[in-house]
């Protein structure tokens, strides 16, 4: 298979003219991987049952895990839905464009591809400028999970792309690193209250402001489960061992693997320096500062050859809770 284009697009003002040949190959049916302030998307045109079923088969994705649909501004991102409910209305109006997804009923002439048989559609207006002018020029929703192999750290960068799915896909656009870098909060908003299903980039707080979540969220009850299929699967894990320490506790931790463990085989992640006989991996200041750097950390983790990394977890309130669903789900089997 040949190599993936890279067509490198300015972050702040891309030139349309310049984007024209990617969007010429989503509406051709091909996959184009691009930046989103959330992480890199792998699109294919959602009302192509073809091009999403090639989505599937570059990321070796389950079946029954639904991608997000993405449109350029909210009128279009209802027209493959039934409509917005009015807590849609007041939660785009308050996050769009921005790292929120909702979930609502699907519009009949939706092709059943991306939304994993559900009658239900995930969608999206993503903040980048890069998306957005790609996605005016597409004229299609584009569906867009994040551009990895399945299972694997989302990507931040066009360069981690390339690496993982460079012979996969016709052209990427490299839009630099992307500012957030942790997945957008999946909320299903077909009810009076909105249901987190996803913790995300807009916190649980900045929602509440809006109005309140029902209990649950991530994975809780299998309710919840079976409303969002992919927060079943396996994920976000590097190559190494993944080992998720209370705040404080990782240095101790770190050290006491390394008295055992073959020299430079631990890393670590933490806001303190790295003990003698640990690989200083990352240092961070606080969840804040952790959360656009996490994935682009576990895949620097790997690729120093660690085998096991060592994260110091974070408190689990704002941003902190996606930093921890995600290491959690890093570290776990
Ligand atoms: P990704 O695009 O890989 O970041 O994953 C998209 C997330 O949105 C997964 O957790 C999906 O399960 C979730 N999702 C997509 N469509 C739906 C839907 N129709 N209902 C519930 N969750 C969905
Ligand atoms: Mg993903």
């Given amino acids: 298979m040949s190599r993936a284009r890279r067509i490198v697009a300015d972050p702040a003002g891309p030139d349309p003219d310049q984007l024209a040949p990617a969007a010429a190959a989503l509406r051709a049916g091909a996959l184009v991987a691009f930046p989103t302030e959330t992480v890199y998307g792998l ?51 308050r996050f769009w464009p921005g790292p929120l997804t909702l979930v609502l009923d699907a519009a009949p002439e939706m092709p059943r591809a991306a939304t ?16 957005l002018a790609l996605l005016r020029a597409a004229g299609v929703p584009v569906a867009a999970p994040s551009a990895n192999r399945s299972g694997r750290p989302s990507p931040t960068t066009a360069d981690h ?18 500012a957030v870098g942790l997945e957008s909060t999946v909320v299903d908003a077909r009810g009076e209250r909105p249901v987190i299903l996803r913790d995300g ?25 079976a409303a969002s299929p992919g927060t079943r699967h396996r994920h976000y894990a590097p190559a190494c061992r993944v080992l998720v320490a209370p705040p404080d506790g990782a240095v101790a931790l770190a050290r006491e693997l390394a008295t055992s463990a073959a020299p430079g085989s631990i890393g670590i992640v933490s806001r303190f320096p790295a003990p003698a006989g640990v690989r200083e991996i990352g240092r961070f200041r606080d969840a804040a500062d952790l959360a656009p750097r996490l994935f682009a950390l576990l895949r620097s983790a790997e690729a120093a050859g660690v085998a096991t990394l060592v994260v110091e977890g974070v408190p689990e309130d704002g941003i902190g809770r996606a930093v921890m669903d995600r290491l959690r789900r890093a570290g776990a089997g």
Avoid at 116 to 131: F, I, K, N, Q, Y
Avoid at 201 to 225: F, K, N, S, Y
């Fill in 43 to 93: 699109g294919a045109n959602a009302l192509d049952p073809d091009a999403v079923a090639r989505i599937f088969h570059a990321k070796g994705r389950p079946a029954d895990n639904p991608v997000i649909v993405h449109a350029p501004d909210a009128a279009t991102a209802w027209r493959v839905t039934t409509g917005p409910t009015p807590l849609a209305e007041r939660l785009a109006a």
């Fill in 116 to 131: 994993a048989g559900l009658d239900s559609v995930a969608v999206r207006v993503p903040a980048h400028p890069v998306a």
């Fill in 161 to 178: 792309v390339l690496a993982e799915l460079g012979d996969a896909i016709a052209i990427v656009v490299d839009g630099g690193p992307c």
């Fill in 201 to 225: 980039a807009v916190t649980r707080e900045a929602i509440a402001a809006v109005a309140e979540p029902l209990a649950g969220g991530t994975g809780a009850a299998p309710a919840d489960l």
